[in-house]
């Protein structure tokens, strides 16, 4: 498996059950910041002490996804160690589906921004590179650019 780490979107296997999950959440928590604020400790589970899960361990809002007929009316908090990613991802050159959707959006904010204010541009990419998405905004903004270019708007 790769070292790419669990993203909002991504569908994973709950190693305790086999079954398949939604990632609808990264709640910003760790296990013991989740704990705390949940009154309901996650490392007494029965589910997640099997996979060495630590207080240390993210924790993501997930859905179960088994067939067609599934309609998830519960969200539930698993840590990460409990996940496993489906590496879907490989079919598309190793890059996961949460980036692709952070391109895309970033693209039409570029096309946005650039019709509207360049000074917006700037804005725009300094905010992308500060919450760790350099690499998707740079792509995002030449893919604005050339759009711009064929359209003949630059």
Not at 2 to 21: H, T, Y
Not at 52 to 75: A, Q
Not at 94 to 122: H, I, Y
Request: aromatic letters at 8%.
């Amino acid at each position: 498996m790769s070292e790419q780490s669990i993203k909002l979107g991504d569908v994973c296997l709950d190693l305790a059950q086999g079954r398949p999950v939604h990632v609808i959440a990264d709640t910003g928590q760790t296990v013991a910041e989740w704990s705390e604020a949940n009154n309901y400790n996650l490392l007494d589970n029965y589910g997640n002490s099997r996979f060495d899960t630590t207080n240390d361990d993210r924790v993501f809002d997930v859905v179960y996804c088994s067939s067609l007929k599934s309609r998830p009316s519960k969200t539930y908090a698993y840590p990460e160690s409990r996940l496993g990613r489906i590496e879907s991802e490989v079919a598309d050159a190793g890059r996961q589906v949460a980036d692709r959707v952070v391109v895309t959006v970033l693209e039409k904010l570029f096309e946005r921004a650039a019709t509207d204010d360049d000074g917006a541009v700037a804005v725009l990419e300094s905010y992308a590179t500060d919450v760790g998405y350099a690499d998707e905004a740079a792509e995002a903004r030449e893919l604005a650019e050339v759009d711009r270019i064929i359209r003949g708007e630059a």
